[in-house]
């Protein structure tokens, strides 16, 4: 077979290897494709050189065995890369949520005891404390009145979010730990968050409405890490935990 | 992200052909060719890396830090393309010096255990 013949057998298999790129994942191949035809590029044209025919063919035997040996490997590192996108998505949408809900609860909550939001009330009118108590204690049995949908819809949401959220950062780390301490860490958060508003509309001296209002929720944040959690574990992705 | 790579060099021992890559770069900055021609002629032809195999050990080593991309550049004695050259970090440095001493470590136990440099303990003595 002359030299040219060879040649022209080489740039097909250069512009084979480039379409069978396409198995490994998108990131990877964005990231490595050129550099990988490249170095085929250089192994054809040394093969061809040295063994003609017969070092292309000793060429694709090797080349398929490394594509299968090497495209798992790549597909692991990227899932590990999109995981971590995912848990930054995550994470983003429970603290933009819960800045939503906290901001449009505080409001609501002050229409519901019947005070004009952010008004400067203190100052110019007097507390009725009875009439602040009783509605108090209505909110405490999770009765919010015309405002009901919206605190039990908002209280659903962001329990699940946390759920959720902490249990892709557990897979994430591979840790039921680190996962358990996600989830503590936003609850305080949340409590936190969800508290603060209300007392500041509400000085009474007992619980934040907030605090037994995301008390209720909790289940539905415990049922919704565990369900991500054994999915991550058990399902199709299947991450091996590590305790700690 | 120096502490991630920290943390990562404490936690990922590296593979046998990542090892042949971070010895071939110990020296000066190579492209992805010539990493996979040192690494053969390093391990006398026994290690040939393919470029799926070379890149997906190189996507680690940049992950952990132990090498990094530095300006792409010609290389006269191929063609007229430009290549991504690879450096060894710090921390690759000190991964290799690591499994190096870890293998070192294995060496001494198997001449402790005459498994290497000695005669066979049981020569003859079985029929």
Known sequence: MTDSAIKQIAAWSVRVYALILHVYPEGFRLEFGESMTQVFRDLARDAGKRSGLTGLTAL????????LASVAGAYSSERRKSMFRVVIAAGILYVCTLALVT?????????????????GFRAAEPVNEDKLTAAYEQALTGDFGRYKTFAVGAGL???????????????????????AGAFVAGSVLTIVAVSLLPTIWFPLDRYPVGFVWMLRCFPVAAGAWLLVTVIGRFGPGRARFKLA | MVKR???????????PAEFYILLALADEDRHGYAVMQQVASDSAGSVRLGPGTLYTAIKRLLDYGYIREVESRFDPDLDDARRKYYRLTPSGHAAANAEAERLAGLVRLARTRQIINAQPRAQGGRS
Not at chain 1, 60 to 67: H, R
């Open chain 1, 60 to 67: 694709w035997m090797l080349t398929f065995a490394d594509v």
């Open chain 2, 5 to 15: 790579n920290m943390r990562n060099a404490q936690a990922a021992p590296v593979t």
């Open chain 1, 103 to 119: 901001g449009y609860g505080a409001i609501r909550f002050g229409e519901f005891y019947e005070r004009p939001a952010f008004s």
């Open chain 1, 157 to 179: 949401v962001l329990a699940v979010l946390l759920g959720v959220a902490s249990a892709l950062f557990g897979l994430w780390q591979k840790s039921l730990l680190r996962s």
